[in-house]
Every structure is written in C-alpha cells, then in structure tokens.
Nanobody
Framework: QVQLVESGGGLVQAGGSLRLSCAAS????????MGWFRQAPGKEREFVAA????????YYADSVKGRFTISRDNAKNTVYLQMNSLKPEDTAVYYC?????????????????WGQGTQVTVSS
C-alpha cells in the first residue's frame, strides 16, 4: 500500500521559511517522479514544483520560482520543498504526489498517488 506523508507545515510570518518533507512508502521511490501542489480555500489545486525520478531536473510554477526549491533523497524515500521568502498568498494546504514515470508532470492528473496534505499559513 502506497503512502505519502507530508510534514513540516505550520504558521510563519511573511518573509520567513519552512521546509516541507514527504516520506514515501510502499513503492520503489527511485522509479517515481515527485511533485508538490497546493490548494488555497476556494481555489483549485495548483502545481508548485516537481522533480524527476533521478533528481536531475526540477520544475517550478512562476509564482514560486526563485523562492522555493524541490529536492529528493532516494536513500530516504523522501522529497523536500524548501520555501523561502514566504508570502501570505502562499497560504494553502500543500500536497505531495508521486508519478510512476521518469519525467515530472505539472498537472494533477499526471500523478498516481497523493498525500493527505500539510497546512502552511503565512501571516502578514
């Protein structure tokens, strides 16, 4: 049974940083591209960042480029999202997702498995 468990969310002031983690189990992690998405109240789920299964390529939404960094540790079956210079508009539930493919997708339907999400709240 595949499980993705996010952690690291919380409340932070604007300009601060958080590091999200997503621990995967029940799959061969190195065979999966990984992505982070977010969903704010009343809005659709949106792409944030993605990384190929080898970690050789990364992709970012324009809204987070230069502030967020996605990375992975295949030995620990974990993907990370380092979030710096946070803004109130980054407030959302953040989800990690796994895609059984070498390349990373930027659409929710590209992904096969999802975590339960972790809340990130940025105060102004």
């Amino acid at each position: 049974q595949v499980q993705l468990v996010e952690s690291g969310g919380g409340l932070v002031q604007a300009g601060g940083s958080l590091r999200l983690s997503c621990a995967a189990s029940g799959l061969t992690f190195s065979n999966y591209a990984m992505g982070w998405f977010r969903q704010a109240p009343g809005k659709e789920r949106e792409f944030v960042a993605a990384i190929t299964w080898s970690g050789s390529s990364t992709y970012y939404a324009d809204s987070v480029k230069g502030r967020f960094t996605i990375s992975r540790d295949n030995a620990k079956n974990t993907v990370y999202l380092q979030m710096n210079s946070l803004k109130p508009e980054d407030t959302a539930v953040y989800y990690c997702a796994a895609r059984q493919h070498f390349s990373a997708g930027q659409k929710a339907y590209d992904y096969d498995y999802w975590g339960q999400g972790t809340q990130v709240t940025v105060s102004s």
